[in-house]
T-cell receptor, first 113, second 114 residues
Framework: QQQVKQSPQSLIVQKGGISIINCAYE??????FPWYQQFPGKGPALLIA???DVSEKKEGRFTISFNKSAKQFSLHIMDSQPGDSATYFC????????????WGLGTSLAVNP | NAGVTQTPKFRVLKTGQSMTLLCAQD?????MYWYRQDPGMGLRLIHY???????AKGEVPDGYNVSRLKKQNFLLGLESAAPSQTSVYFC?????????????FGPGTRLTVT
């Protein structure tokens, strides 16, 4: 059972456009929601993360929007660039001594020049 | 700092052979993880460790064993490789505190079992 559902599976955006990737979760005990970026042949790397006590977090062109009541969060990439072409994963985590990430299945983003 | 390193980078095994993948981190992280990544399946947790001498099963542990004898190293073993274990394997490490929980990933090991 997928506890974190990510959509779309793939996305094509024109340079300068806005890329939007969505995730939905089931478990209200999740307290940390990161997004990871993975380039081909590389390991994932943390892009941006949010905790449920805020509704939005922005870092440069990347913004997480968080809707606690709907149990959804999304990644917005403004002014998308060809260098943003990568696979993006959302994840969620519960605190405690056995903290681990529950991952979405990923979104392959292609930004056309 | 090298971060998280994985050895080897590529490996081809025949069915039934055994091998050990080595993960090393120099960030003094308590937590370490082994994942496998297959097309369309995302990242699936195999085993993890919350400290030296501890291990725990993840989502897909069957056919794998792990050991964490030293804090900086986390070994993943395949006792009798099967074609279904063809995958890219990633190791990650992390610290965790009240405000942050970031996993740092290695470059991956591409394993093919024929």
């Amino acid at each position: 059972q997928q506890q974190v559902k990510q959509s779309p599976q793939s996305l094509i955006v024109q340079k300068g456009g806005i890329s939007i990737i969505n995730c939905a979760y089931e478990n209200t005990a999740f307290d940390y929601f990161p997004w990871y970026q993975q380039f081909p042949g590389k390991g994932p790397a943390l892009l941006i993360a949010i905790r449920p006590d805020v509704s939005e977090k922005k870092e440069g062109r990347f913004t997480i929007s968080f809707n606690k009541s709907a149990k959804q969060f999304s990644l917005h990439i403004m002014d998308s660039q060809p260098g943003d072409s990568a696979t993006y994963f959302c994840a969620a985590s519960i605190g405690g001594n056995n903290r681990k990430l529950i991952w979405g299945l990923g979104t392959s983003l292609a930004v056309n020049p | 700092n090298a971060g998280v390193t994985q050895t080897p980078k590529f490996r081809v095994l025949k069915t039934g052979q055994s091998m050990t993948l080595l993960c090393a981190q120099d960030m003094n992280h308590e937590y370490m993880y082994w994942y496998r990544q297959d097309p369309g399946m995302g990242l699936r947790l195999i085993h993890y460790s919350v400290g030296e001498g501890t291990t725990a099963k993840g989502e897909v542990p069957d056919g794998y064993n792990v050991s964490r004898l030293k804090k900086q190293n986390f070994l993943l073993g395949l006792e009798s490789a099967a074609p279904s274990q063809t995958s890219v394997y990633f190791c990650a490490s992390s610290y965790t505190d009240r405000f942050s929980y970031e996993q740092y990933f290695g470059p991956g090991t591409r394993l093919t079992v024929t």
